[in-house]
């Protein structure tokens, strides 16, 4: 009889033990360890490019997190994100005409909202709305403002199985999605060279509900963080008519080669990219010369 | 037509066979097999290796069913029970394997108490009792905390034993009872089955070769062969017939109608010496 | 052509026992109502499988997270992105490593031991002594076998997570320095509680777990009752598991993530 016990009271601690364990991860190394949510209340934002900001990204204020992403939407015909946050009571005061920001935790880690006070002596409330935004940066925008806009966007047309030629499309593959603000509106179907023209065509299938992008939009391939995989970016245009199935787009921006944009950048060939983007953020002006470890070289 | 289920249970007779036929890839085992076991009677059933003894007993207890004829036990047409009614007939009925089939994972106190918790709830000191009562039946109430793996292999078919009659079975059936057994072991177990058999008047069936030990123990003998009863009666006689299986049985004849020779094709053509088609 | 005969055998004789392992299971799952009176024997089954299991699984969980602490370190120094060590530990041990290398473990561990054990019962008439003495063999051995496995293998599958994270913590933070709050924070911030924990470890160790204790059971219960059968069916109880929790982890992936 006492050998019977002895099975159950230690079959009884592996029983414990094993959820003991599951409390352990599911608490302690997942995102509930940062949602101890109580009650909160939501705002809206919008953005013109949300980049990869996921649901659930935190919200922080002077980098503590006050709440997370709730949901991401967009609306059709409208080229800006909805994102709406849900934010702790706790932090009720927040001036109405705060700044919400998307940043990106060094140069590798996800995206999060910030969210930088206003002056006014208003606050925001439930279903408030913050009205101004800033919305994330792909790398290859902020590099192409230290080159003196030699690579912004110019205009071009195109529809639901739309064309456009690229001279250089990097890495982009097929099944690589096609982005307008920074949401995913369709999908890259096929990229193959011309051999007339010398340059790549590229076939993108766009999703019915977008049948408003206007017909000058420009297409321009982007890499999606420092290292991630390539997309197509559609930033719209100002034409009244929209893009019809089998457009071509006539203006694109190609991929740019990273190391060509660092190495025209950086004359004294220090080859640090973060350093290159954080200047770039912040102080165009003052660039390369800032780098502390370039001196060291 | 179908076989009936129940009948008025016999008043002499507990075991009724009649008709049964099986067939086992190919071979047949049981022929029309007739054979009646009476009631607090040792009964023994012999018979050459691979006619089918074991299966018999099978077929007493359902774990095997023929494919023709009836096996009546206490007025149950066995082959025609559901599991469940098969299952309430088998706690009337012990069985003492040929490998004692202890299970290796209880001590033999809780072999021998095993069926008791698994169809009662009695109280745990009524289950020590009654298991303490059947061990020293047994003569082995000091083993009771010895675990099968320490049992000689004496030991060990004597708490099966006590496990099979732990319900006061009605039936007894002991599969080759004295096989590997020293002397010694062999008449405790012989006394056993008789003394189980006179006190509590159980009637029992027993598989096995040992010609003398069956003298001491049986009433009655069957003598199997080709799926068919060929010579039954008193053991202490039945030797002496004069038909030639129980000549060549129980007198050790190495042929005779069990042949030496498994059935082949001619020696003579096998070896070449004779030409293909004579 | 003989050698073609023989694959179409072994075909039918792979489709055959995969055919009459799911009639078992059925059988299994039916003796499951009856099994619950013999609670005491899932609960000692339990003992055996789960809490037996729990060295090897600790030890290799614990080895596990620090190798992958120490491999990760390396290969996200590259980047500048050792600060993110403790998410791709997690990650990787909650999405993949954590129930397949428990599974496998437990089906070298526990499987072997169950289909041994039920073969040995078998080969010893024990299983044929309790039909005779009217107890059903599915609902007494094989069925607190199969419930045991199920139910130990997902606790099994957290507990080697959980050492599997203070390996990881242990290489990444106190030997190779990455920041204590980082390694954390980095790692709440990526796990989702549903995605990560709930489908990734329970759901699919409570898959490997049927499984692993279905072929187990199975391969122990139609064992050869012979000495050399026994042999043969923990081999093919280990072989026939580790093809299993492999393939299945490829259709649950699909399916849950």
Known sequence: MSQRKSYAVGTGMFIVLGFAALVYLATQTSSIANSHQGASYTVDAQFANIGALKERAPVKVAGVRIGQVQSISLEPGKDVADVSLSIDKKYAQIPADSVATIYTSGLLGDQYVGVQFGNAKNYLADGGHIGLTKSTQPLEEMLGKFLGGGSAADAIGGTYNVKASFTNVGALAVGAPVKMAGVAIGSVTDVKADPVKLDATVTMSIDKKYNQIPDDSAAAIFTSGLIGSQYVAIQPGGSPNSLKDGDQLVLTQSAVQLEDLIGKFLVSGSSSGSNANNGGNNNPAGNGSSNPNAGKH | ?278 | MSAQVHRENVVLQSLGQIGSCGLFLLRVLAAVPRSLRHVRETVRQLWFVGAMSLTIIMTCGLFVGMVLGLQLYHVLAIFGGTSASGSVVALSIYRELGPVVTALLFAGRAGTSITAEIGLMRATDQIAAMEMMAVDPIAYVVAPRFLAGLIAMPLLCCVFCAMGIFGGHLVGVSWLGVDNGTFWSNMTSTVDVYQDIINGVIWKSVGFGAVCSLIAVFQGYTTAPTSEGVAYATTRTVVASSIAILALDFILTAFLM
């Open chain 2, 1 to 278: 037509m179908t076989d009936p289920v129940l009948a008025k249970p016999d008043e002499r007779t507990l075991v009724r066979i009649r008709g049964l036929t099986t067939v086992l890839s190919g071979k047949t085992v049981f022929d029309a097999l007739d054979l009646d076991i009476p009631r607090g009677k040792v009964t023994a059933i012999m018979g050459p290796s691979g006619t089918g003894k074991t299966t018999l007993l099978k077929h007493i207890t359902g774990q095997m069913r023929g494919d023709a004829g009836q096996v009546w036990v206490d007025g149950f047409n066995v082959p025609r029970l559901s599991r469940e009614q098969l299952f309430t007939l088998r706690e009337r009925i012990g069985y003492l394997f040929q490998n004692s089939a202890l299970l290796t994972d209880f001590d033999v106190f809780e072999n021998v108490a095993f069926p008791l918790r698994q169809h009662t709830s009695l109280p745990e000191v009524l289950i020590r009792n009654i298991v303490l009562t059947k061990l020293q039946a047994v003569g082995l109430r000091g083993a009771a905390s010895l675990l099968p793996t320490e049992l000689s292999g004496g030991m060990a078919r004597r708490v099966a034993l006590a496990r099979a009659i732990v319900f006061d079975p009605m039936l007894i059936l002991y599969d080759e009872p004295f096989v590997g057994l020293d002397p010694i072991a062999l008449h405790q177990v012989l006394k056993l089955i008789r003394t189980l058999n006179e006190t509590l008047g159980i009637t029992s069936v027993l598989v096995a070769h040992e010609l003398e030990a069956i003298k001491q123990v049986a009433d009655h003998v069957y003598l199997i062969a080709n799926g068919k009863v060929v010579a039954q009666g008193n053991p202490k006689t039945i030797a002496d017939d004069g038909s030639p299986w129980t000549r060549q049985f129980f007198g050790g004849e190495s042929d005779g109608p069990v042949p030496f020779q498994y059935p082949a094709d001619d020696y003579a053509q096998a070896l070449g010496f004779k030409e293909g088609i004579a």
